[in-house]
């Protein structure tokens, strides 16, 4: 491996990522893994515009400085947990775009079902619970989504994207602050227009043709509501994470976990039973009069089976 190289490399991502103003300063950090126990680690308190091959370090897996003139990032933790947890990973960025980081300052999950190349190469984006940088704690907190993702936003911080090699890593954060962004001009505009299930299952079956992996994909989640956040949606109480500037998207279930019962002879509330009988899926457009009929009718089809 010609770690020459991938040092240039190192340096000409780091550029990118000033000059899109993902990393003011001296924010940002880069590794790249050359070894089964060494990693190319950019400095801290350089900014990444302006590095040289000499600046960057080696460290080691436990996160030991065994190479360079200056310090290594405090924050390499992170990316070795990442390294540990996905042998397939070789580098790791993180920065702070700014549309992304606005995302991680709200809280605000990621729309899905918008943009068929965000549907194709990220998928679900999860957001982390915020703990202090630079700890092992802080690195943690990747652990429950390092090995569904390849981009993962921190809570009021930042992102860590990671890929087989350092553009492969950038290029994940790319596509995601330019989605972020163009959510924010939609929403501007008025209205985020959804894909309904059947256009959001053929992207899915494109992703796989192309041997891109999504867990929506997987038996676990194929019943899943596949364009709300289902993936992550158990982590939001924890991360403080909650829908409030974009809508939910339409629900798009697969099959009907709960539905709605008879009302008991004595007047009771209506209970709730298991089924597997299809539900009603929301009807393009979000055509509200056309949903609530579908579920009268729901419901009816049950009293009369009583």
């Known amino acids: 491996m010609n770690a020459h190289k991938i040092k240039q490399d190192i340096c000409e ?4 990522l000033y000059n899109k103003g993902f990393a003011a300063a001296n924010d940002g950090n880069i590794t790249v893994r050359i070894g089964e126990n060494e990693v190319l680690c950019t400095p801290t308190m350089h ?9 960057i370090c080696t460290i080691d897996m436990t ?5 360079g003139i200056k310090k290594r990032s405090s924050e390499a933790l992170l990316h070795l947990e990442i390294y540990k ?8 960025v993180h920065c702070h775009p700014p549309h992304a980081t606005a995302f991680a300052v709200a809280r605000e999950p990621i729309p899905q079902c918008v943009l068929p190349e965000v549907e194709v190469f990220l998928g679900d984006v999860p957001i982390t619970r915020y703990e202090t940088p630079g700890g092992q704690a802080f690195a943690d907190t990747v652990l429950p989504f390092v090995d569904k993702t390849n981009v993962i936003i921190l809570a009021n911080h930042g992102t860590v ?4 090699d350092v553009e492969q890593a950038y290029w994940w954060t790319e596509i995601l602050d330019a989605y972020c962004r163009i959510l924010m ?21 494109l992703k796989q043709k192309w041997g891109w992996a999504d867990p929506r994909n997987t038996e676990e989640y194929k019943n899943c509501d596949i364009c709300a956040n289902d993936i992550f949606r158990d982590s939001w109480k924890q991360s403080g ?11 798009m279930p697969a099959k009907a976990e709960t539905q709605t019962t008879s009302l008991s002879g004595n007047g009771s509330p209506p209970v709730l039973k298991q089924t597997t009988e299809a539900a009603p899926s929301a009807p393009a457009g979000g055509d509200m009069e056309q949903l609530v009929k579908l579920i009268t009718a729901q419901v009816m089809r049950e009293l009369q089976s009583k």
């Open 13 to 16: 991502i780091g550029r990118r």
């Open 161 to 164: 994207s990671f890929g087989v």
């Open 185 to 205: 001009l939609a929403r501007q505009l008025g209205n985020v227009s959804y894909f309904d299930e059947q256009q959001e299952r053929e992207l899915l079956t």
């Open 63 to 67: 996160g030991k400085q065994i190479a």
């Open 47 to 55: 900014s990444k515009g302006f590095l040289k091959t000499e600046d």
């Open 85 to 92: 947890q996905r042998p397939d990973i070789k580098s790791v």
């Open 241 to 251: 994470v909650q829908r409030r500037a974009f809508p939910a998207p339409p629900a």
